[in-house]
Nanobody, 121 residues
Framework: QVQLVETGGGLVQSGGSLRLSCRASNRGSTNYAMGWFRQAPGKEREFLGAVSWKGNILFYADSVKGRFTISRAPFTGVMSLQMNGLAPDDTAVYYC??????????????WGQGTQVTVFS
């Protein structure tokens, strides 16, 4: 069982930056992939990116490449999402997720509660 807690959401002006953090807690090892998703009102959930337990990037969505950076302290359950150049279209609830298995059609087993990011123009 992995518990995930996101922090760092909030309100930011268009063009600004935010940094989200996710901390995993579990009794086992940290040998699982972690990633970020978001869901805007009325839209499907979007997979933003994922990082391996060694800290290697596994995937970035084209919609955030060059603006968002995922990082993870290797072999730990601590992951961040640095978001730059935010636009109103980035407004969504952002979720941290984890699973011991990763593939391109990733449906993680473990999810955080989500943190709201609101970008105003």
């Amino acid at each position: 069982q992995v518990q995930l807690v996101e922090t760092g959401g909030g309100l930011v002006q268009s063009g600004g930056s935010l940094r989200l953090s996710c901390r995993a807690s579990n009794r086992g090892s940290t040998n699982y992939a972690m990633g970020w998703f978001r869901q805007a009102p009325g839209k499907e959930r979007e997979f933003l990116g994922a990082v391996s337990w060694k800290g290697n990037i596994l995937f970035y969505a084209d919609s955030v490449k060059g603006r968002f950076t995922i990082s993870r302290a290797p072999f730990t359950g601590v992951m961040s999402l640095q978001m730059n150049g935010l636009a109103p279209d980035d407004t969504a609830v952002y979720y941290c997720a984890a699973d011991s298995i990763f593939d391109r059609n990733w449906v993680p087993e473990y999810w955080g509660q989500g943190t709201q990011v609101t970008v105003f123009s």
